[in-house]
């Protein structure tokens, strides 16, 4: 699954490229780059609680505008989802589902402030995520999930980007699933919406990078 990731990482890297070699309207209308940074995650629903699990994210993106404060971004990412128990400090016991995904969010993006260097963005929108590992850490063990995450993941992404300069900026975004990504094995309330099963949300720190 990861050469499939990094062969679409270069597919955008190579359209962002070209799109930057066009003539000097192309240049004006397309921007891309590269983006890193951490993420902090829960699931809604798995009775552990708390933003405990660490992980990482990082991929691609491509911006188009359309007007001087209004555009759209996709960018394709690796990120790290799941949760995580804190460290028992006397016995040392740990539990985490630990969750990799292969995401595509979609964000419409307005500029608060038009100033550069300075400049903040708000953005917004939503994301498909496709899962390809899945288990369970317990104590330096890994075990199978049962039930099994589902292998898509989709949701929505909010956030502020704020632009140190022209070609980089340092993003705040929080994440959440509108389906579930796991049934409820004990659900009480069938009418309840979050009780009809487990639920990704995430905390991301990242930076990126233009060319």
């Known amino acids: 699954m990861m050469r499939y990731f990094c062969f679409a990482l270069l597919c955008a890297l ?11 309207s192309s240049r004006r209308n397309f921007k891309g780059g590269l983006v890193a940074g ?4 829960q699931i809604s629903g798995d009775g552990l609680g708390g933003w405990d699990k660490f992980g ?16 759209a971004t996709m960018s394709m ?6 949760s995580r128990t804190k ?5 040392y016991n740990t539990f985490g589902y630990y969750l990799n995904y292969v995401e ?3 964000w419409l993006c307005y500029s608060v402030s038009k100033k550069e260097p300075g400049k903040m963005v708000v953005n917004l929108g939503p994301y498909a995520g496709y899962l390809f590992n899945q288990k369970i850490v317990a104590n330096g063990f890994d075990y199978p999930i049962n039930p099994q995450f589902e292998s898509i993941d989709i949701g929505i992404e909010a956030g502020v980007s704020f632009w140190v ?6 993003n705040f975004m929080t994440s959440t699933s509108v389906l579930p990504t796991r049934p409820n094995p004990s659900q009480v309330n069938p009418l309840s919406y979050y009780e ?5 949300q995430t905390l991301q720190l990242t930076f990126c990078k233009g060319f």
């Open 14 to 24: 190579s359209v962002t490229l070209t799109a930057q070699q066009e003539t000097g």
């Open 77 to 82: 990412k690796f990120i790290n989802k799941g």
């Open 87 to 91: 460290l028992d400090t006397l016995t």
């Open 56 to 71: 990482f994210t990082a991929g691609a993106w491509v911006s188009v505008p359309f007007t001087e404060q209004l555009s």
């Open 165 to 170: 300069t022209p070609k980089f900026s340092v």
């Open 104 to 106: 595509v969010p979609i």
């Open 38 to 41: 951490g993420v902090t995650s």
């Open 196 to 200: 009809k099963g487990n639920y990704n």
